[in-house]
């Protein structure tokens, strides 16, 4: 006969409660039901637990023994899966992110806030990476979850799209090319160009396209920050080449915004997560709200 939890509840409950009536009241059950279990529990220890007597149910030897381990351990185990209980209603748990710079600025911040107003005890711990490190981090486990370009990485990633954006020119203060709708990639190539450094994946998918058009560009500015090539444009330095996700995109109202083409530059922007582990609550969570902001245009396709 197993030996199962219930039965054990059933014992802990006799024994604090000191009757069979009234531990079955405090149990929801009938007291031939609780007798049962507890007539169980004792087959599968092959150990007689628990006395009827005039005064009540008094432990046997065994029982006693039973019981001084028994109530901490199941003690543990309400703490244990009153917590689990709060992670599944979201009361409670952290989402470990690793994402691209431009979308951590971007639609990231409105879809914490959203997370926050929804269920404001769960925690988000952001880390910026471009799109090799991203992929690294969830990984490795250091994240649950990753937001990045696709890398065809294999099959120990999942990868669900996201949202496209399109490479966008942010042109200085009365440039010429503003009177234009959308700004052909030779033209640029004439341009003082601000572009981000080399290892990041819009500064790849920029270096493609010039190529692939029989252009080799240089820049005349690098940065890390999308926000310090915002700046030097803004000085009449040149023109950035900026992902239309970026925030910094719809900061900055002195400098013109046209897209660029033809053919227009496109990434997809990605979900990135292990295919053996299932993301934490707190991480889907986090995954809805970032969806629902993407429905309600935080992300320019």
């Given at each position: 006969?197993?030996?199962?939890?219930?039965?054990?509840?059933?014992?802990?409950?006799?024994?604090?409660?000191?009757?069979?009536?009234?531990?079955?009241?405090?149990?929801?059950?009938?007291?031939?039901?609780?007798?049962?279990?507890?007539?169980?529990?004792?087959?599968?220890?092959g150990l007689r637990l628990l006395d009827r007597t005039?005064?009540?149910?008094?432990?046997?030897?065994?029982?006693?023994?039973?019981?001084?381990?028994?109530?901490?351990?199941?003690?543990?185990?309400?703490?244990t899966i009153a917590g689990l209980q709060d992670l599944a209603a979201r009361r409670r748990g952290v989402a470990r992110l690793a994402v691209l710079p431009s979308v951590a600025s971007g639609l990231l911040p409105a879809a914490i806030a959203r997370l926050h107003?929804?269920?404001?005890?769960?925690?988000?711990?952001?880390?910026?990476?471009?799109?090799?490190?991203?992929?690294e981090l969830v990984r490795s486990g250091q994240?649950?979850?990753?937001?990045?370009?696709?890398?065809?990485?294999?099959?120990?990633?999942?990868?669900?799209?996201?949202?496209?954006?399109?490479?966008?020119?942010m042109l200085p203060p009365g440039h010429a090319m503003a009177a234009l709708r959308e700004i052909p990639l030779p033209a640029l190539a004439r341009e003082r160009l601000l572009l981000l450094e080399r290892d990041s994946s819009i500064r790849r998918l920029v270096d493609h396209a010039f190529a692939q058009a029989g252009h080799i560009v240089s820049p005349a500015q690098e940065a890390v920050h999308t926000g310090t090539l915002v700046s030097m444009a803004r000085a009449g330095l040149g023109i950035v080449l900026l992902p239309s996700s970026a925030a910094?995109?719809?900061?900055?109202?002195?400098?013109?915004?046209?897209?660029?083409?033809?053919?227009?530059?496109?990434?997809?922007?990605?979900?990135?997560?292990?295919?053996?582990?299932?993301?934490?609550?707190?991480?889907?969570?986090?995954?809805?709200?970032?969806?629902?902001?993407?429905?309600l245009g935080g992300a320019t396709a």
């Open positions: 006969m197993a030996i199962t939890l219930k039965g054990l509840r059933a014992f802990s409950t006799v024994l604090r409660s000191g009757s069979f009536t009234r531990a079955a009241g405090l149990l929801h059950i009938t007291q031939p039901a609780l007798t049962v279990q507890i007539r169980q529990l004792e087959e599968g220890l005039p005064r009540g149910a008094e432990p046997t030897a065994a029982g006693r023994e039973l019981a001084r381990s028994l109530d901490p351990l199941l003690q543990e185990l309400d703490v107003a929804r269920h404001p005890d769960l925690e988000v711990r952001v880390r910026e990476a471009v799109t090799g490190q991203v992929y994240v649950d979850i990753g937001i990045a370009t696709d890398l065809e990485p294999g099959p120990e990633f999942l990868l669900q799209p996201l949202f496209e954006d399109r490479i966008m020119a910094e995109i719809g900061f900055v109202p002195q400098l013109a915004v046209r897209p660029v083409g033809a053919p227009a530059i496109r990434r997809t922007v990605s979900l990135v997560r292990r295919s053996d582990r299932s993301p934490p609550v707190a991480a889907v969570a986090l995954v809805e709200d970032i969806r629902a902001v993407i429905r």
